[in-house]
């Protein structure tokens, strides 16, 4: 834990041609074992479960002879290692088949939820960091004084009321009392359609909706911007609340840590300032484990929260999947199931690459 | 610093949303708030959901239809009217002139027959409306044609009173599509199936612009409709899921129409000077079924003491207050053949008698299996608890309905407590579900028919069923579905419990919102505000 002033790790960045090769086909195999690992779980639990994927699309009331053609349709009747089997080759071969509940495939499906969880995932997390980290900090400054408490009780409230009253009780406040904000969904249904979805998923020519904050303000749509801005406001502030909570927990704890380290008191010893104790010094070894702890929280919310969506009627992955799963709709199921992991793995590289960046110890 | 960011928060979410963001909806645009995480097709040859039923009565106009202004009255909707020879075999359809569908091409006899011939060809779950007419692949393209540019002939091919044809042509599967666009879509051969699940290509009063799942459907109106122009120029259904979140809507007047409010939920609205809360009587039916193939459940005795031990008053005064009423027969009440004696109340006494009778004086144990949702797993608790007044002990079991129908149609319950509602507005449609089971070896799989889910046989019930929906005489007819009803009141496995009623708050301003007994009779047309 010393205050690294190693002369030799600033020379340690450059990597051969060989180890670039090396870390890439690592890379390639950890993607893979993670992708056939998550669809071989989530395809096995789809198929044991209870709830019967004929009977959501042909209904209860079906005749013998519409559920059996169906059974059929959907390759049922075949072994489950090779159901999974040719599940994985349509996959490769870029079809994630259809869902049962929007009759589309589950590609355009995901192209066009995901990016409304992304939108309030990414501002929240931004927000939570902005709010959550310097909260954290204070408090370990102050330990035991009322700004610690302060910042307990919040990061308490934040982790321990359901977002889904909160989610109400906001509501019911912004938007029924005070009338500040406008109320659940993602824009004015009035607004629909006006902006073209150009940004969609960018990979992919999207037929739907892309990220509207985005895509308004390129087509100078502003109506439709602070609309859609003015919608978000509530949602994101409750995935915030939950974000600021965890950040900024975490940020006490582990500047507390580091704050009872020696080199604090040499710092201090040597006559710094406070700020440059706490910041230049303190904080900078607190950033690699704050970097994970923020890519986690990024990530888990990327999944979409289901209670958030359901409650501002948000068209996000997490309403998508829960619905999906409830209607035993596996196909809709695994393909989120393949965004989540991809976010996971993503936000881990990204996390990786970020301590290489503020760690030099890293870089060998 | 922690009171710097605070203030920098605070003042971000001043600037964001800043200014008031309640706009009222537009006054030629109803919207109406849902969960309509039902549909999955807007096909009318597939759809056999709530949402998915109550939009394309919007959109399509059926062979035959009750009209908004009349609800109580079968009449010609598509079809201008009808003959039927003499034998009751064929039924003679003229179309109506002058209609067209919303592409503009006029709709003709060929449109209707295809439209019919297409149910029965893609063979979805509502074909069987059509098929139990002898209708099949192989000779629906003989039995129902255009004779001629405005004339469409059907001829039965199975004992069927044309009454109860003509009523089955008002359900959803007699929605006309309009077969030039229809076909123009097709692709290998799968009649616009594909296409048809997300478009629309009807002649009803509005037309589908879009559908996104989970998110918004919107219909505009046809202005060519014939009945003239609907009140509303566009109607946008939005996917509300969380009922919490559309009472504040339609308190705010963001949403005109909301359908999904809880009772307690509407109680809290009683006395707003806002909204309105509209009552309307629906055809489904809340029941207890119990296995006949359970060794004590089969026991008659048994069967009819159940019906002693439903506490049917308490429940309709406490928690279904306002939403059920009590109704104990198959077809519910307000219908055409309807049967309301309610002999039955909870009566622990009776109930002990006829179960020492069956030779179980000191009860039994059971397992009773219903629905998560509310408020299945108030009544089953209810229920539960008069069980045990006659020495019953009784275990429940709450399922999602994707886990639950798949363990009845398997008749692996002993008993359920679940709902019903109608195909389409004639009494076989709940007859020849609850009463008729032509076939109870579990390898017939006639899984669709509740009788059979239940195992139970009876004969003479049977003849009954079949005698009513092929008399041709009305008034014998309705004659025979009172006999049949009290027959199967007292010795079913079903004991039937109550009939609900659908509550929808309004805004004060909206006017002429339809919901007529079955889940496809919603209509939006006359609406204005």
Known sequence: ?364 | MHKTFACLALGLVLALGGTPATAKTPNDTLVIAKDMSDIITLDPAEVFEFTGGELIANIYDRVMMFEPEDLTKLVGGVAESYTVSDDGKTITLKVRAGQTFHSGNPVRAEDVAFSLQRVIKLNKTPSFIFTQFGWSADNVDSLVKATDAMTVSLTINAEFSPGLVLNSLQAGVGSVVDKKTVMANEKDGDLGYEWLKNHSAGSGAFSLKTWKANELVTLEANPNYRHGAPGMKRVIIRHVPEPSAQRLLVEKGDVDIARNLQPDQIKGLAGSSDVVIGKYPKAGLTYVATNDAHEILSKPQVRLAMRYLIDYEGMVNSFLAGEYKIHQAVWPSGLWGSYDETPFSLDIGKAKALLAEAGYPNGFKIKIDTLTEAPFSEIAQSIQQSLAKAGIESDITLSEGKTLWPKYRARKHEIIVARWSPDYIDPHSNTDSFAHNPDNRLEAKLTGKLAWRTSWFDPEINTLTEGAAKELDLTKRKQMYAELQQKVQMVSPFSIMFQRSEQVVLRKNVKGFVSGSNFDLVFYRNITK
Not at chain 1, 6 to 22: D, E, K, L, Y
Not at chain 1, 282 to 307: C, H
Request: charged letters at 15%; aromatic letters at 10%.
């Open chain 1, 1 to 364: 834990m010393a205050h690294s002033g190693n002369p030799i790790a600033g020379t340690g960045t450059g990597s051969s041609p060989r180890q670039f090769v090396a870390r890439a086909a690592n890379l390639l195999f950890t993607l893979s074992l993670t992708f056939v690992g998550l669809t071989a779980i989530t395809f096995i639990i789809g198929r044991v479960m209870p709830a019967d994927p004929v009977l959501a699309i042909v209904g209860d009331r079906a005749p013998r002879e519409v559920y059996e053609a169906m059974y059929v349709k959907l390759g049922l009747d075949k072994p489950l290692i090779h159901q999974y089997l040719i599940y994985l080759v349509n996959v490769l071969q870029g079809d994630f088949g259809k869902s049962i509940m929007t009759t589309r495939p589950v590609l355009d499906d995901l192209i066009r939820f995901f990016p409304a969880t992304f939108e309030l995932a990414s501002i929240a997390t931004i927000a939570g960091v902005f709010i959550g980290v310097p909260m954290g900090v204070v408090a370990a400054v102050r330990q035991g004084r009322l700004t610690d408490h302060i910042v307990r009780v919040v990061g308490l409230i934040g982790y321990s009321v359901p977002i889904f009253w909160l989610g109400l009780m906001a509501l019911l406040v912004f938007y029924a009392r005070l009338e500040w904000l406008p109320g659940p969904g993602r824009i004015e249904v009035y607004y629909d359609g006006i902006v073209e979805p150009t940004t969609g998923f960018i990979l992919i020519d999207s037929p739907t909706t892309g990220f509207i904050l985005i895509d308004s303000a390129m087509q100078k749509e502003w109506e439709v911007f602070h609309n859609a801005l003015s919608h978000i406001v509530l949602p994101a502030a409750m995935l915030t609340t939950f974000a600021l909570a965890y950040i900024a927990r975490m940020t006490r704890s582990f500047m507390l840590d580091q704050l009872n380290q020696e080199y604090v008191i040499t710092a201090r010893v040597k006559g710094l300032s406070e700020m440059a104790v706490i910041w230049r010094h303190a904080f900078r070894n607190v950033l690699i484990q704050l970097i994970t702890i923020i890519g986690l929280t990024y990530a888990s919310l990327l999944e979409g929260s289901v209670l958030t969506e359901t409650v501002f009627a948000w068209p996000g992955i997490g309403q998508y999947i829960t619905n999906s799963l409830f209607n035993a709709d596996m196909n809709a199921v695994i393909g989120g199931t393949v965004v989540v992991g991809i976010c996971f793995v993503g936000i881990n590289m990204i996390s990786d690459a970020l301590y290489r960046i503020v760690d030099p110890r890293a870089r060998r």
